[in-house]
């Protein structure tokens, strides 16, 4: 309950409670995500009073006889619609209790004192450090879609330091929310300046916070914050990972924001027909949060471990049923109401049991064993000369079965361009491919060759694959050696996976590993990673409660929190649990954290790289940039 718990304590103790009675809770597009990931609207409506939540900016608001708590961005355009509210009259609300997620421009705050309405109306003004998004109580991330191109393209390095600013930001107001003082920062040495920038002005907000805040309660100082970037592992965010959540969003396109979309970050949404014709069909949602047991028991299986589960699940809950029915006979009334009282239980786990199998079955139909199979082997080529040529021969069998009409295998555009980026990452240690032979395989697998930037964007991420690079002289593969580490015994080339996936899977994802060791040697990999040395070492909070009776109890402990540039796969994202479980299982008590820019499936990742608009300098390419934006490339038809 790391994330959970203090984001609920500072949504509902700090913001909510300051209205005791009814009131109306305003939000921006932010902060609702915020708010949606912590709690459904139900839930604030119920157990806060609060009467309606409203947006900011809605073009139509009645004036209300109530209090408004805001909690909003503190962005120019959110602050000048909440004068507007209280300088016409009626205001739209009795007062106002404005919280922001992190600091107010001066600029702004002047403009507030300004506003004799404003004033008058504004009963409490607070920075509440709330800017992040939880996914899980061990992963958190920033929605922050713009981010990939202002930190990797070259052309925008002189917008990149307002971005860089941003983010350092937002991990500060993680920090801060969890009471975790970094004794360290340490950043990737390789890949985007961004790496250095990010935790250099994090250091700098977290001193600046700590001199302004010396009464805040922080919860430990033994805390290791590592800034990372994508270019770090480029082979898993195009890989399909086989955990249940993992291929279900990445196979079904179920969203990570709580935006607008038909499948959202916390909803799936199906159909069921209403009668046996199937003429009339009614929409349902399956909740994909904590508030599903179900949801959290399956969503790290592996996909064959879920198929089990959750045959078990139908079993038993038919099972049930059949007993209820036949417990129904010759009942006492008293009897009677006693089972009457557990139908609500029966019947919310039956819809959540039922709304998991949908997606279950959406997603095995959408699955493919001998694509899943080619990545595996794709990521895995470690040939040691030139004339290995299995991949591009496994591709063109594929490819060739997907054209036979009577194997009924569609392979998309998506699709083709994910084998084609394995088969040339394959060949960096060979010094990568020649630019003909990558048009050559594009026209092979019959893909437009305005998809070319998608590939040859990987020098910006600090991978060369075209011959003619000029990177070769200076790069290294990132070396996947973690035999240090007890756990691994599959040998430098092959690290062993902590999960229990499919005897064919043999990629592990390089965070699991390099993180565990980190942990076991804090002072490991400096030269590659540097660290930061906070000077500053706050005094820790101190609660005479017992231990059952703290609510941050479980956040006294040392911890290590991974922020990864350029978007964290659904895949990398479990580990975060994992890690932390497998502390405990040793004795350790180490918290593991895992954040990022965004969250990515590998059609994001694809639509990042092809947001890069710079054109490489090559000898050989040419001016081989995509014409296409991001939307043009994406927008356009599969197959």
Known sequence: MALTKVMSQTILDEMLSCVQGRKVFVLDDFTKKIVCSVFSMKDILFSAKVVTTEHIHARFREAMNYPAVYFIEPTEMNIVRFLEDFNVRPPMYVNAHLFTTDAVPDELVERIQSSKFAVKSLQTFKEVNLSFIKYDDYVFNLDDRDSFRLLFDPVLKQQRFMCVEAIATQIASLLTTIGHYPSKIRYRKAGTDGNQLIAEQLKKNMSMFHVNNKEHPWNSTDCTVLIMDRGFDTVTPVMHDHTFEAMARDLLGIGV????????????????????????????????????????????????????????????????????????????????????????????????????????????????????????????????????????????????????????????????????????????????????????ALKAAKIPSSYLGIITNLPFLGVPVIRQDGMWSTYEDQNRDWTREKSVEGGPKDPVRPDAMPDFVKWCPNIYHFVKELIQFPNSRETDFPTIAMTAKPVLFSNNASSSSDDRAHLRRPSFIVFMLGGLTFGEAKFAKILTEKQAETGGNTLVLMGSTQLISPNDFLENMNS?????????????????SRKDLFQQQDG
């Open 612 to 628: 890069i608009k710079a054109i490489p300098s090559r000898p050989s390419t040419g001016s081989i940039g995509s014409k296409f």
């Open 257 to 440: 924001d709580a935006g607008d979309q038909h499948h959202t970050q916390n909803h799936y949404v199906y159909s069921v027909e209403i009668n046996r014709e199937g003429a009339q069909q009614e929409e349902k949602i399956a909740f994909l949060d904590d508030t599903n047991e179900f949801w959290t028991q399956i969503r790290h299986l592996n996909i064959r471990d879920a198929v089990a589960f959750m045959q078990d699940c139908l079993a038993a809950m038919k099972k049930q049923e059949q007993l209820s029915k036949d417990n129904l006979r010759g009942l006492e009334l008293a009897k009677f109401h006693e089972l009457m009282k557990k139908y609500p239980d029966q019947k919310k786990n039956k819809e959540a049991i039922s709304g998991l199998s949908h997606l279950l079955q959406a997603a095995v139909d959408k699955y493919s064993k001998a694509k899943c199979e080619l990545e595996q082997q794709l990521a895995t080529n470690l040939a040691v000369n030139g004339r290995d040529n299995s991949g591009w021969e496994a591709i063109v069998k594929l490819l060739q079965q997907a054209d036979d009409s009577d194997r009924k295998m569609s392979i998309t555009a998506h699709e083709k361009l994910r084998f084609i980026y394995l088969y040339v990452r394959s060949r960096v240690h060979l010094q990568g491919v020649s630019m003909g032979d990558l048009k050559a």
